[in-house]
């Protein structure tokens, strides 16, 4: 079965640094356009950071400078990097991604990864 698992959330003090992960798993060959949003109660899920095929790197305006995308060699993982957290970074993190295997690119999102900052 296809699909993306995140790991690495948990309990910040502000100020401090996170790394969330994300697998692909099933057979698939690679990630092309890979992304991370985040979902804080009773407000829409939102963009964090986003990279193409070609590595370019794209953050929202409240994290550019703190978060950093990135990826393996095998592109079968994507990471996100996450210092100087804010209390108002607290939510729940999903990884998106588009898996390329034989015969089919698709569209697919994680189960999300809780991530709150507090003291």
């Known amino acids: 079965q296809v699909q993306l698992v995140e790991s690495g959330g948990g309990l910040v003090q502000p100020g401090g640094s996170l790394k969330l992960a994300c697998a692909a798993s099933g057979s698939i060959l690679r990630m092309n356009t890979m992304g991370w949003y985040r979902q804080s109660p009773g407000k829409q899920r939102e963009f964090v950071a986003g990279m193409i095929s070609d590595s370019s790197t794209y953050y929202a305006d409240s994290v550019k400078g703190r978060f950093i995308i990135s990826r393996d060699n095998a592109s079968t993982m994507v990471f996100l990097q996450m210092s100087s957290l804010k209390p108002e970074d607290t939510a729940v993190y999903y990884c998106?991604?588009?898996?390329?295997?034989?015969?089919?690119?698709?569209?697919?999102w994680g189960q999300g990864t809780q991530v709150t900052v507090s003291s």
């Open positions: 998106n991604a588009d898996l390329v295997g034989n015969g089919f690119v698709r569209n697919y």
